[in-house]
């Protein structure tokens, strides 16, 4: 591609000025921002050099864009989606993609017959130390993984609050879909979709008929048993604190945005570099740095990759499609299903009998 | 309004609030060691027994207990200063969730103001008003210094680094001239971003910025470049305050500030730290190498 690539930044509001922000910054960027209404677009359109619509679809009229990036409440995704990909757009999607997972499925369908560059916001995958846990656990050095926890904890609500669209749940609020949805990402980018969901719980603490905390246990086809704690009405982490932690049949893993702790029981040669015991990195060894900086390199790496996708018509996302983003959907759904049912979703997972020992263990004998 | 001369090392806060770039079980730990008042007071102490007279502190609600203690004891403090780093986004990330964006802006005006009105009438605001709710902004955070030094006032990076990524940079010069107009300061900017911040704060006709960002030997987060940030320093253009000289204690301590002392443009160092003989051991490395104020 020749000209700069032209973005349009959809939704103003908490993310979608970061992302205007760092889109804007990037070089080989011409970036165009739409939002609804009031006051920040007031202000904006009078101290910014970039044109500001008011309306969507008159921006999709008038403009001739490449891509847009989308970051409006949860409930207008599906939608706004839709009508960029109609118009051959490339879409970048805020999290989470769809609050009907048919809905993901249908336009990650759509994105590929199209050869469109379809990605979703979920940064974690940008993480230095979660990139690290990622390339670990795919050399299989860890062994068998069996047991997993998955957590994120914030103080996002910590009293009752005056009604926004984050706190319907018809509009995609509350803590599963807002941060739960970050852990449960990284299960399925390690592990897919599960094939059961059990034991879901989603609590209300603070808020009026949303969940303020979500529990849950995953399970996957020859795969580990993950129990999922999410809480958003935590003071006590000063923001937003991920973490998911492993243990396979030859060690165990802890990653959180800071650093990724191996722990191994026996080096294994898929793994160089890694000795038995302890191994510490560092998200700040891990990352390289961006051409721009506001909030962690992960939210302008997630871009780069996508502009970068756009300007080279490679026709997909490097990271985050729309298909992996339909399985957190898919999950989610999962578990909504569990907690108003109460009934397990899904199959009983399938788990192969561990390999005998060729000796008999002091274990064998003990069970 | 004066030319600051800064010290050559000034004493930062990230440790005193649980941030910490490595690892969320150190920031846990010294969020709990700096949970009193005290605890803050004996680290700066140390500090400025050592000849580290400059702390350089966000807004954040906590070093209100600070600046009483400062003020209390004039004598002993005769020549703490403070440079506020503002604003400490959180009490206005909570006021928004709580309020709305307007709401928000309505809850920090003065009640019976201009600037209240025009926010209640719904109506599109003139650039005069967007300018004087900038200024009530900036004077309530610096109320908490009230009769203390404050010789020169930072913007946080990630309010310089949204602005500049949105190009709002008519921002940073209503702040630059409210600092120098109100307060007979200097006007500072924190950015990850120094090269494209230097080009775009010259755009808005603002010479040889004071300017903090990272500059450390290894390039760690020197978003823009390493050598860009090196031109930048060389080219005269930029008085530099250095932060994350050690990049997070991946280059020792000798090393990194030898290297520092050798670049043309930095001024000062920044640095945190919560024991004694890290203070000392740093001030140690800064005389040697880079002896007093030019």
Sequence with gaps: MDHKVRIGVVGLGKMGLSHFAMVNAHPQVETIACDGAGFMV???????????????DTMLDAERLDAVVIATPSRLHAPMTTAALERGLHVFCEKPFCLDWADSERLATLAADKARVAQVGYHYRYVGAFREMKRILDTGALGRITHVLAEAYGPVVLRPKRSTWRSQKSEGGGCLYDYAAH???????????????SGSVLTPIFSDGIDDQVTATLGWDEGPTAQLSVNWSDESHRKMTTRITMIGTNGRIFADRQECQVYLRAPDPALPGFEAGWTVKYTTELTEDPWFYLRGEEYSAQLADFSGAVAEGQGKAVENDFASAAQTDRTMAMMIENAETGQPVGAPPVTARPTPARKR??????A | MTMAQMDRLLFGDNQFFGINHMSEEKARAQAMRFQKTDAIMEVLDVAYAEGIRTFMCTTHDRITEVADRVRADPVRYADFRF?????????????????????????????????????????????KEVDGIAKVLIDME????????????????VFTDLLLGMGFTRALRIFHDHVVTKYGVEPAFITMNMP???????????????????INKIGFRMSGGFDAYLDALRSGRVRAVAMSVYASGAIPPDEAIHWISEL???????????SAGNIRGTKALVDKYMGAPA
């Design chain 1, 42 to 56: 007031d202000v904006l359109g009078r101290n910014l050099e970039n044109t500001i619509y008011r309306d969507y």
């Design chain 1, 183 to 197: 852990p449960v990402n990284l299960l399925n980018w390690f592990f897919g979709t599960p094939a059961q969901a």
């Design chain 1, 361 to 366: 263990g002091w274990f064998a004998w003990k």
């Design chain 2, 83 to 127: 440079y506020p780093c503002m604003p400490y986004a959180h009490k206005y990330a909570n006021a928004v969730t709580d309020h709305g964006m307007v709401g928000a802006l309505r809850h920090f005006m003065p009640s019976d103001g201009v600037l209240s009105t025009a926010l209640t009438g719904g109506r599109a605001l003139a650039t």
């Design chain 2, 142 to 157: 610096m109320k908490m210094f009230h009769g203390l030094q404050t010789p020169v006032i930072f913007v946080q990076n």
């Design chain 2, 196 to 214: 494209m911040l230097l080009e775009a704060l010259e755009k808005e006709g603002i010479e040889r910025p004071i300017i903090c960002a990272n």
């Design chain 2, 264 to 274: 043309p443009g930095v001024e000062s160092i920044v640095f945190g730290a919560s």
